[in-house]
């Protein structure tokens, strides 16, 4: 019962951002003054850009996050691949963001968006790729936190230098492509640098 608490509890929290507490006129309060307090000279049209390549990548990290706590209960501590596993976490991960979708179409405040359930399930599918990266025997050395913490500095310099440009004339994206491509490098920089320096 212990593996399945972690999920358990996560999807409580997805749940619970799925109402009103989670809609956009709630979390652009939060947000957008501190992306003003950056970039005070922001325009509309780029905030308004920049607030949903947020809430995107939070879709991403939610079900990545998602995907890898439920591989963990279903592996119920045991080492090692499990392909039944894998399929299973993966196969629970999206059931649950098409029905979070379908719970967010009875909210008055938020939309159900089949897009929303492709970023979602790219998110799962990229948690089980990171955890089979981390086990691979090529990288057996190599902690895959390295990536996980690198990545995660890639994106947010990659927001940061978008914000400050003020998303010139890229579209929504072209910017969530350089945000992915420069977390991957950076990910993969990390784990280069500490393949070499352990």
Known sequence: MKYYL????WMGLMFLFSTDAGSMVHTNALLAPAIKFFVPEISRKNLVITLITIRKMA???EYAILSLLWLRALKQGRPGWSWRAAFGALAISIIYASLDELHQSFVLTRTAS???VGFDSFGA???QGLWGLSRSKLLSTIQAKFFGWWFAWGVF???MVLI???GG??????MLLIIL????LSGAAGVVYYARHR
């Open 157 to 159: 310099s990659a927001i």
């Open 181 to 184: 491509s420069v977390g991957v």
């Open 114 to 116: 089949l897009q929303d």
């Open 164 to 166: 400050v440009l003020k």
């Open 125 to 127: 599918i990229l948690g």
């Open 169 to 174: 004339a890229l579209s929504f994206w072209k």
């Open 6 to 9: 972690g999920p358990i509890l």
């Open 59 to 61: 879709h991403v990290v």
